[in-house]
């Protein structure tokens, strides 16, 4: 691994954590306990399924937050959304380029064929 994928690594991991304590600690500033607020926060910034807690776990939702809260997990969610489009994996070859060829075998049925 390079210097430079290694440094960019790190970046995103601290920028990762350092948003879900952000998160965590603006949601506990709604009156949130400290699962709901860092289970809200993971689920909203990684895009995950459901949180821990009786507010967003497995029974519940978001729909008795505070809206402020709302609006503070909005703030993390659109932009790992709205990057999906960004991201440039092409850049990242995983596989060795081999040309390949698709043969397609088109049938025709008729309409006037009885189905069975």
Do not use: H, Y
Request: aromatic share 6%; with cysteine; proline share 7%.
């Amino acid at each position: 691994m390079t210097d430079e994928v290694g440094a960019s690594v790190l970046a995103f991991l601290c920028l990762f954590l350092g948003s879900i304590v952000a998160g965590t600690v603006m949601l506990s500033a709604f009156g949130l306990d400290l699962d709901t607020s860092l289970s809200a926060t993971v689920t909203a910034l990684a895009n995950v399924g459901l949180g821990i807690g009786p507010i967003v776990g497995p029974a519940g939702n978001f729909s008795s937050l505070p809206d402020g809260a709302k609006w503070v997990l909005s703030a993390f969610w659109v932009p790992s959304m709205a990057s999906l489009p960004l991201r440039r994996t092409s850049q990242i070859q995983l596989l060795p380029k081999v040309p390949m060829v698709v043969s397609l075998k088109l049938s025709r049925k008729s309409s006037t064929e009885p189905k069975v």
